[in-house]
């Protein structure tokens, strides 16, 4: 259980880290409905509800929060699996089995890691395919993370933009949300060449002398394993 333990006290610190970014979602979601609130009231409109739009970049940039969180946790865990220091079905035992977790997020935690099947099964993968599924896998998470990313920049700079014009009372300032189709022309030229080279890497994994594809492709998730 020693190698155990120091991930489970790194899990709980997890936990209470992204239930630090629900409670600034939860203070942000009440600070703007409140100030468009007290705003409409003290001008007698309906024009500060446009305020609410703010609501969609915070609610983006919490999930930017919980994704970063989420794959620190993850890497370290796959590292310390990849070189054979754990076995991924003995710590889901140890986590599902410690009642002072939150199970259901304990569980929703646990999904997003590799699926090894049970202990013996698991312990006869190899470490070659254990650090083809951990840089395969990771490579995926950063990638998704920073579509998450764009996503916040561009809600952020459309409910900037609209709450301004509405705000000065000039359109005008509307078509500066014309740069959000660049944005995202912009990430989409970088994650392809981010998941090209991770197929790339993927492919020379694959490719390698006495590389088992079919366990391989059990325990990589079917979307990225083609």
Known sequence: ???????????????????????????HIILISLGVLITALL???IWPAIGLLLLIPGYSLFLVCDSQILIVWRTQILNAWKTKAIDLS?????????????????????ETLPEAGELAAEQS?????????????????????????RNAVAHAAIAATLSWAVLIQSWTVVLATAAVPVLFIAFELFN?????????????????????????CQIINSQVCK
């Open 1 to 27: 259980m020693s190698d155990y333990r120091p991930l489970i006290e790194m899990t709980s610190k997890v936990l209470i880290k992204r239930t630090n970014c629900f409670r600034i979602l939860v203070i």
């Open 43 to 45: 001008v007698m409109g």
């Open 90 to 110: 003995a710590l889901r035992h140890a986590l599902t089995a410690n009642k002072a977790l939150p199970q259901q997020t304990i569980d929703a935690m646990l």
């Open 125 to 149: 993968i190899s470490k070659q395919i254990r650090l083809a599924a951990t840089d395969i896998l990771t490579a995926h998470s950063y990638t998704q993370h920073y579509e998450l990313i």
């Open 192 to 216: 392809r060449l981010r998941r090209s080279k991770i197929v790339e890497r993927e492919n020379r994994y694959r490719a390698s002398e006495n590389f088992d594809d079919l366990k391989y």
